[in-house]
């Protein structure tokens, strides 16, 4: 006795192609939602890590002044219409008695595995700098990511002098212009110090002027 097996009827193309479409729009809104959702944590998480680093790389100063790089000069006001988040930005700190105690600057460039982002403070009455901080970073876990790990390599920063120059490891000496590079993590080493000179090369005159500093 056979057994017959039916015969499922074939779905027209143009039914497929709606519920590929339907699906699609769903999940897109979906994404769209929880994007707008969780935006404004996100951006006030980051906001609040800035400020935490700010602190950090300036000695905790009792306040601090967002400047705006506008036309080749620092600006405490933002023009209407512009977005602060395409500006680049400097951050002139103070003490209590409204003396300026350094700036901190934000910046980045490529590293072994990505674009490393780091922000240092600079103190432009004794040309040092005041410490150094990564943001953020995707170096190669137990070596690159020692330039935010490492903190005999990060201590460095503190008080050195620019321009900077990576050496190999116990080269530097008493020599504050010099930066012991991470053995095994050298261009790593090598992106951070390369990083802070383009920043300073590039906003460190945009300082020195600045009213802050000026008798």
Same mark, same amino acid.
């Given at each position: 006795m056979s057994i017959e097996i039916p015969v499922r009827p074939e779905l027209p193309?143009?039914?497929?192609?709606?519920?590929?479409?339907?699906?699609?729009?769903?999940?897109?809104?979906?994404?769209?939602f929880v994007f707008q959702a969780t935006e404004p944590a996100i951006q006030a998480?980051?906001?609040?890590?800035?400020?935490l680093a700010i602190h950090e790389v300036l000695k905790d100063p009792e306040r601090y002044?967002?400047?705006?790089?506008?036309d080749g000069a620092?600006?405490?006001?933002?023009?209407?219409?512009?977005?602060?988040?395409?500006l680049q930005k400097v951050f002139v700190g103070y003490d209590g008695a409204g003396k300026p105690v350094g700036?901190?600057?934000?910046?980045?460039? =490529?590293?072994? /595995?990505? *674009?490393?982002?780091?922000?240092? @403070?600079?103190?432009?009455?004794?040309?040092?700098?005041l410490g150094m901080k990564v943001l953020e970073s995707k170096e190669t876990p137990g070596l690159g990511d020692k330039i935010e790990k490492d903190m005999d390599f990060v201590g460095q920063?503190?008080?050195?002098? =620019?321009?900077? /120059?990576? *050496?190999?490891?116990?080269?530097? @000496?008493e020599d504050r212009s010099k930066i012991d590079m991470i053995t095994g993590a050298t261009i790593s080493s090598r992106a951070i110090i390369k990083i802070i000179g383009?920043?300073?090369e590039e906003l460190g005159p945009l300082?020195?002027?600045h009213e802050a500093w000026q008798p």
């Open positions: 193309s143009w039914r497929l192609v709606m519920t590929l479409a339907v699906a699609g729009t769903l999940a897109g809104t979906l994404i769209v998480h980051k906001a609040e890590m800035l400020r002044e967002t400047l705006y790089v506008i620092l600006a405490s006001q933002l023009p209407e219409g512009r977005n602060p988040r395409s700036a901190a600057m934000v910046a980045g460039a =490529p590293g072994f /595995q990505d *674009v490393i982002r780091l922000i240092f @403070g600079y103190d432009p009455a004794t040309r040092r700098l920063f503190d008080g050195a002098v =620019p321009p900077l /120059q990576g *050496v190999k490891q116990g080269q530097a @000496g383009g920043a300073l300082v020195d002027v």
